[in-house]
């Protein structure tokens, strides 16, 4: 049994999956936002917003004194962060630390789609010119993915991208695969949003489940019992992140 609300399936507890072309969009300049999880859909830790740039450089935004991770989810482009710009390309992520701001200008005839997370909850806010307040204690703020660093957890496996090796003490994002299979029912202590990159699978709480596809977006409370299943053969690629915590692999089963 599914229950719609909107571009949202509600599952048990706060739990949901969202579609984020289905979203409410809004629009300021040459960027398009979509709020897609916010304290007032259920989460306690964090927001998640979906920025795509198209044309010209974004207006340049923040989210105040609040840790933001970044994915890239397509495209490739730079992302300036308070003065520094960084080049990045689909699958990328990117630390933005407290109270620093940020500008996305996509490479020619390209679209940069990015999702970028914030811990504690925010908004963004929009600046008239890009300060200068680059943390250059904390250099290095793109992380790839690297095949040598994956890490496995029986038939999967997952990569930490942004983590505290480039400074997030907070929140940790992790890119990771999930064979055709279904995972045993379990909990973490940790609040995360998960989103599909590719696949078909299905995710599971106490007596309701929802279909998934590359593009969705899962959010999962703090100790809600879950289980995601890849139903295509090729199995689902997810990028998650996690808040507050540091490890993924951390699950809890009844």
Not at 34 to 53: C, D, F, H, K, N
Not at 117 to 134: D, I
Not at 231 to 253: A, F, L, Q
């Amino acid at each position: 049994m599914t229950y719609r609300e909107g571009p949202r399936i509600r599952l048990n507890g706060a739990c949901y999956v969202v579609s984020p072309p289905l979203a409410e969009k809004a629009s300021r300049g040459d960027l398009t936002y979509s709020y897609l999880v916010t304290p007032e859909l259920g989460a306690t830790y964090q927001t998640q917003i979906l920025l795509e740039v198209t044309g010209g450089a974004s207006p340049v935004t923040s989210l105040g004194d609040r840790n933001v991770i970044l994915f890239v989810l397509a495209g490739r482009g730079t992302i300036n962060i308070s003065g520094r710009a960084f080049e990045v390309k689909a699958t990328d992520g990117v630390y933005v630390r407290p109270s620093e701001a940020l500008q996305l200008l996509p490479a020619p005839s390209q679209t940069l789609k990015v999702f970028a997370l914030s811990c504690p909850p925010g908004a963004l806010q929009w600046h008239e010119r890009m300060p200068g307040n680059f943390d250059a204690r904390y250099a290095q703020r793109v992380a790839s993915v690297d095949e040598t660093q994956r890490r496995a957890t029986g038939p999967r496996f997952f990569q930490l991208l942004v983590d505290k090796r480039l400074g997030s003490q907070v929140i940790t994002q992790f890119i990771g695969h999930i064979p055709q299979s279904k995972a045993a029912p379990h909990r973490h202590l940790y609040e995360e949003a998960i989103v599909v990159l590719s696949g078909e699978g299905c995710m599971w709480t106490e007596d309701r489940k929802a279909r998934v596809r590359a593009g969705d977006v899962i959010f999962l409370p703090r100790k809600q019992l879950h289980s995601l299943e890849a139903t295509s053969p090729e199995g689902i690629d997810v990028v998650g992140v996690i808040c507050p915590g540091d490890n993924p692999s951390i699950t809890y089963y009844d």
